[in-house]
T-cell receptor, first 117, second 115 residues
Framework: DTGVSQNPRHKITKRGQNVTFRCDPISEHNRLYWYRQTLGQGPEFLTYFQNEAQLEKSRLLSDRFSAERPKGSFSTLEIQRTEQGDSAMYLC???????????????FGAGTRLSVL | AQSVTQPDIHITVSEGASLELRCNYSYGATPYLFWYVQSPGQGLQLLLKYFSGDTLVQGIKGFEAEFKRSQSSFNLRKPSVHWSDAAEYFCAVGAWNTGFQKLVFGTGTRLLVSP
């Protein structure tokens, strides 16, 4: 169990550029979540995958954001035409599937910190 | 709507002193409650969780929390703080959607430990 891995750890980009982040969940976890954390705030839910299916998207996820999990393993989060307001820490979490309380424990990666200049 | 309130933005505690971080939640059903800790530049590490049963739950690093339904609270405690406990602490409630839970977090409490 190597934990949830996120790459890159830091990304600096200019306004208007596209960026893509990657998340590798814990290997046996089929549920994957993305959250966004801005300075001085707690993380806010963005989207949820069960296997390869994206089952829930927050209204925070504008049309410029797209997330995929093509084979039910790693996931990518892409932001197109970045804006300064997109500057934040993007956190990925994963959990077990199925029934039971263990499915409700989310394990987080170290996050990708995005700075839009 | 679900929400979590952490009324203390910063708390400073002397090393060796006891600690209590406050958390109040708003949720229409029986809540699943969590405390996570975040060190600078790091992700979130789960300290402890409450799902049901005993309202006093034990976690890692000597932390415990008590669920009080009547007060809608889930305060985090530690009897003796170590300098390595300096970090940001987040309380969260698991909010059920269709078949999964999303976590709703408070704004966090930053713990400073003085020598």
């Amino acid at each position: 169990d190597t934990g949830v891995s996120q790459n890159p750890r830091h990304k600096i980009t200019k306004r208007g550029q596209n960026v893509t982040f990657r998340c590798d969940p814990i290997s046996e976890h089929n549920r994957l979540y993305w959250y966004r954390q801005t300075l001085g705030q707690g993380p806010e839910f963005l989207t949820y995958f069960q296997n390869e299916a994206q089952l829930e998207k927050s209204r925070l996820l504008s049309d410029r954001f797209s997330a995929e999990r093509p084979k039910g393993s790693f996931s990518t989060l892409e932001i197109q035409r970045t804006e300064q307001g997109d500057s934040a820490m993007y956190l990925c979490a994963s959990s077990l599937g199925g029934q039971g309380q263990r499915q409700n424990i989310q394990y987080f990666g170290a996050g990708t910190r995005l700075s839009v200049l | 709507a679900q929400s979590v309130t952490q009324p203390d933005i910063h708390i400073t505690v002397s090393e060796g002193a006891s600690l209590e971080l406050r958390c109040n939640y708003s949720y229409g059903a029986t809540p699943y409650l969590f405390w996570y800790v975040q060190s600078p530049g790091q992700g979130l590490q789960l300290l402890l969780k409450y799902f049901s049963g005993d309202t006093l739950v034990q976690g890692i690093k000597g932390f415990e929390a008590e669920f009080k339904r009547s007060q809608s609270s889930f305060n985090l405690r530690k009897p003796s703080v170590h300098w390595s406990d300096a970090a940001e602490y987040f309380c969260a409630v698991g909010a059920w959607n269709t078949g999964f839970q999303k976590l709703v977090f408070g704004t966090g409490t930053r713990l400073l430990v003085s020598p």
